[in-house]
C-alpha cells in the first residue's frame, strides 16, 4: 500500500479540522470533495472573487448532506484583518489555496494581485502563529522559475520572474522561508505546474488554456494558439494536486521550511495539446477537426516547463496517478457529459 493510500485509511478512521482557504475555487474545491469524503470536518473561506457558487453547490450535490454538514463555511476576504479569528482556532492542518491567480491577470490589475497573494498570505500566516498552527500548506507556482532555461526544474534554482504573478508567488516562499526559520511552524510551499481538470472555469480573458480549448472546440470555435505552438508544458491533471496536498499536511517532515514541484514530470507542446482535444472532443460527439490561429506570444510567459518531481516523491510519498494524456481524456469527457446534462435539462 503507498504513502497515500496509507493516508486516506488513516484519515477515514480519525476525523481532523482542516482550514481550506479559497474553497470555491478549482483546486481548493477538489480538495475539499476529498476532505469531505474522507469523513473529515473542514472550515472554509473564500470571497468569490474568482471561484463560484456553483462549484459549492455542484460538491453538496456530490458528497451528500451528512458529509456537506461538516463543512463550515465563512464569505469573506483573506485580506480583511481578523478574518481568521475563531476559524483557525483547533485546526490540525492548514490548506492555503486562496490567490488572485493568472499571469495576464497580474499584469493588467499588479496592485490587486499583489494584495490578494503578499497581504492575504501574511494575514493567514499571523493568524496560524496566533493559533499555534504546527504546519501551513500553501499554493505557490511554476511561475518562480521564471526565466531560468533549465530542465526540468529543480526547487534549488529558480530565475528572475517574468511577472507580477510570479513575483507574489516567489514573495509567498520568502515570507515562508522567514516564517518557517522564526517561528515554530513548518511551511510547506507546493509549486503547481499547469493545473487541470473538471470544473475548471473555462470562461473569461484569464481562463487556463486547457478548458478554455475544451470548451471552444465543442463550439466549433477558434482555437488561439499564442507562438508557433510548440511551446511546452507540464500539465499537472487535479487529482494529482489534491493528493500532493494531503500528503503535504501529514506527511513527516522536519525541516522548518520546504518546497516540492508538483506535476507529471512530462512535457506537452501546446500543438500536442490541441491534437489530443481534437480526438476527444471528436470521440465524444463534437466537431471532428478544429479551427486553430496562431497567434503572437504574450508577455510574461516562458517557453519549456518541466519539473523534477523526485524531491516531492522521496519526502512526501507523491505519485503521480494520472498522466496528462489520461487527464485530457477525463476532462474532454467530463465536459461532454456536463454539455449532455444542459442540453436535457433545457
Not at 481550506?20 to 470571497?47: C, M, P, S, W, Y
Not at 494575514?123 to 526540468?152: F, I, M, Q, T
Given at each position: 500500500?503507498?504513502?497515500?493510500?496509507?493516508?486516506?485509511?488513516?484519515?477515514?478512521?480519525?476525523?481532523?479540522?482542516?482550514?481550506?482557504?479559497?474553497?470555491?475555487?478549482?483546486?481548493?474545491?477538489?480538495?475539499?470533495?476529498?476532505l469531505l469524503n474522507l469523513g473529515q470536518e473542514v472550515v472554509a473561506i473564500d470571497n468569490f472573487s474568482t471561484g463560484s457558487k456553483k462549484n459549492l453547490m455542484e460538491i453538496a450535490g456530490a458528497v451528500g448532506k451528512e458529509a456537506w454538514s461538516r463543512l463550515t463555511f465563512l464569505e469573506g476576504d483573506?485580506?480583511?484583518?481578523?478574518?481568521?479569528?475563531?476559524?483557525?482556532d483547533g485546526a490540525d492542518y492548514v490548506i492555503h489555496q486562496a490567490a488572485l491567480g493568472s499571469v495576464p491577470r497580474s499584469i493588467d490589475r499588479p496592485t490587486a494581485t499583489f494584495d490578494s497573494n503578499i497581504n492575504g498570505f501574511i494575514n493567514l500566516l499571523e493568524a496560524a502563529r496566533a493559533a499555534?498552527?504546527?504546519?501551513?500548506?500553501?499554493?505557490?507556482?511554476?511561475?518562480?522559475?521564471?526565466?531560468?532555461?533549465?530542465?526540468?526544474?529543480?526547487?534549488?534554482?529558480?530565475?528572475?520572474?517574468?511577472?507580477?504573478?510570479?513575483?507574489?508567488?516567489?514573495?509567498?516562499?520568502?515570507?515562508?522561508?522567514?516564517?518557517?526559520?522564526?517561528?515554530?511552524?513548518?511551511?510547506?510551499?507546493?509549486?503547481?505546474?499547469?493545473?487541470?481538470?473538471?470544473?475548471?472555469?473555462?470562461?473569461?480573458?484569464?481562463?487556463?488554456?486547457?478548458?478554455?480549448?475544451?470548451?471552444?472546440?465543442?463550439?466549433?470555435?477558434?482555437?488561439?494558439?499564442?507562438?508557433?505552438?510548440?511551446?511546452?508544458?507540464?500539465?499537472?491533471?487535479?487529482?494529482?494536486?489534491?493528493?500532493?496536498?494531503?500528503?503535504?499536511?501529514?506527511?513527516?517532515?522536519?525541516?522548518?521550511?520546504?518546497?516540492?514541484?508538483?506535476?507529471?514530470?512530462?512535457?506537452?507542446?501546446?500543438?500536442?495539446?490541441?491534437?489530443?482535444?481534437?480526438?476527444?472532443?471528436?470521440?465524444?460527439?463534437?466537431?471532428?477537426?478544429?479551427?486553430?490561429?496562431?497567434?503572437?506570444?504574450?508577455?510574461?510567459?516562458?517557453?519549456?516547463?518541466?519539473?523534477?518531481?523526485?524531491?516531492?516523491?522521496?519526502?512526501?510519498?507523491?505519485?503521480?496517478?494520472?498522466?496528462?494524456?489520461?487527464?485530457?481524456?477525463?476532462?474532454?469527457?467530463?465536459?461532454?457529459?456536463?454539455?449532455?446534462?444542459?442540453?436535457?435539462?433545457?
Amino acid at each position: 500500500m503507498n504513502r497515500y493510500s496509507k493516508l486516506e485509511e488513516e484519515l477515514r478512521k480519525n476525523k481532523k479540522r482542516w482550514l481550506v482557504t479559497g474553497v470555491a475555487g478549482f483546486i481548493a474545491g477538489h480538495i475539499l470533495e476529498r476532505l469531505l469524503n474522507l469523513g473529515q470536518e473542514v472550515v472554509a473561506i473564500d470571497n468569490f472573487s474568482t471561484g463560484s457558487k456553483k462549484n459549492l453547490m455542484e460538491i453538496a450535490g456530490a458528497v451528500g448532506k451528512e458529509a456537506w454538514s461538516r463543512l463550515t463555511f465563512l464569505e469573506g476576504d483573506i485580506q480583511k484583518p481578523g478574518i481568521f479569528n475563531g476559524l483557525i482556532d483547533g485546526a490540525d492542518y492548514v490548506i492555503h489555496q486562496a490567490a488572485l491567480g493568472s499571469v495576464p491577470r497580474s499584469i493588467d490589475r499588479p496592485t490587486a494581485t499583489f494584495d490578494s497573494n503578499i497581504n492575504g498570505f501574511i494575514n493567514l500566516l499571523e493568524a496560524a502563529r496566533a493559533a499555534k498552527v504546527g504546519r501551513v500548506v500553501y499554493a505557490s507556482s511554476s511561475s518562480v522559475y521564471g526565466d531560468s532555461p533549465d530542465l526540468p526544474k529543480i526547487e534549488a534554482k529558480v530565475g528572475a520572474v517574468l511577472s507580477p504573478y510570479a513575483a507574489s508567488k516567489k514573495t509567498n516562499e520568502v515570507i515562508a522561508d522567514a516564517y518557517g526559520r522564526v517561528y515554530p511552524m513548518q511551511m510547506v510551499g507546493l509549486r503547481y505546474f499547469n493545473v487541470f481538470g473538471p470544473r475548471q472555469n473555462p470562461n473569461g480573458p484569464y481562463a487556463a488554456v486547457i478548458p478554455k480549448w475544451v470548451d471552444s472546440a465543442f463550439a466549433g470555435e477558434k482555437l488561439i494558439i499564442m507562438g508557433d505552438g510548440e511551446t511546452s508544458r507540464d500539465f499537472s491533471f487535479i487529482e494529482n494536486v489534491v493528493r500532493a496536498n494531503l500528503l503535504a499536511a501529514t506527511a513527516k517532515i522536519t525541516s522548518p521550511v520546504s518546497v516540492y514541484n508538483i506535476a507529471c514530470g512530462d512535457r506537452t507542446t501546446l500543438n500536442q495539446l490541441a491534437s489530443a482535444i481534437q480526438i476527444h472532443v471528436r470521440d465524444n460527439g463534437g466537431p471532428a477537426r478544429l479551427n486553430i490561429e496562431y497567434v503572437p506570444e504574450r508577455a510574461g510567459d516562458v517557453r519549456h516547463s518541466l519539473a523534477d518531481i523526485s524531491k516531492a516523491k522521496n519526502e512526501l510519498g507523491y505519485e503521480v496517478v494520472v498522466e496528462a494524456a489520461d487527464g485530457i481524456r477525463q476532462t474532454v469527457e467530463w465536459t461532454a457529459g456536463r454539455k449532455k446534462a444542459s442540453t436535457k435539462a433545457a
